[in-house]
């Protein structure tokens, strides 16, 4: 795998599904600048009175993402970034944001899968496991 | 797990990191619309000449987001659609757009991995392999 970055899957089931628009936008940027990332963008969406809210800040890195189903307890949220960032550190921001919520992270190498002409080193395969996928130790040639 | 939806990770070596942000937003559109989704907003980032776009498609049903880095012919797409939204034939539209491509397509299924109240059956549990997570059977009920 020649590794672009991390992206981790977030699920969380309690309180996170009933936090408003302002709440959740000042909760990802802030998620976002604790894992170094640069906000380029923010949108939200919300359905409704007692519906969901979905949402996106756009990252100089790539992204996240929230979407929410209070109806479930449910939020799905994803943190995708690339470079030096530290998606799990922004991944923690979110998942202790509602202390009584009960969280699930996972996460997955974004790269490729391929024989590019890139990889100066072939290195190590992630031991992936159901549900939880080890980060591999994949890099980007500086060209 | 209680099933959200499916969250497809896709990655393309080729001409897909090469495209434009119209075509990106025509291409992403259209994958939406053949999956079954109803977007919401769309909003595209190009970074400059000959540097990368980052984007996304809000949809009710979640989101679609792709961000490209020509430098290294990699672009990184997500399918992210719950409901009875149709994400492989979204992912077939993104993948198939440049016939010449080296494509890959991992299913996550998205949800929760913990006891609820909200299952009325024990479903089967995905056979998760390294880079291949088959999407399992588990339904919200309906309330």
């Known amino acids: 795998m020649l590794s672009f970055g991390h992206h981790l899957i977030i699920e969380c089931l ?5 936090l408003g628009e302002q709440a959740l936008e000042r909760l990802l940027v802030t998620a976002a600048e604790a894992g170094g990332a640069s906000v380029l963008q923010t949108h939200f969406h919300p ?6 809210i979905t ?17 479930h ?3 799905a949220f994803d943190v995708f970034m690339c470079g030096g960032c530290r998606p ?6 979110i998942t202790t944001a509602c202390p009584d919520a009960v969280t699930s ?6 790269g490729l899968p391929f024989s590019t002409g890139y990889v100066t080193e ?3 395969s992630s031991n992936s496991q159901s549900d939880s996928f080890s980060m591999g130790e994949g890099k980007i040639q500086n060209s």
């Open 14 to 18: 309690g309180q996170h599904a009933h």
């Open 47 to 52: 359905f409704g009175e007692g519906r969901g």
């Open 55 to 71: 949402g996106v800040v756009l990252l100089a890195e790539s992204h996240i993402t929230v979407h929410t189903w209070p109806e």
């Open 73 to 75: 307890d449910y939020a």
């Open 88 to 93: 799990m550190q922004a991944a923690e921001i």
């Open 105 to 110: 992270v996972r996460s997955i190498e974004r």
């Open 122 to 124: 072939h290195l190590s």
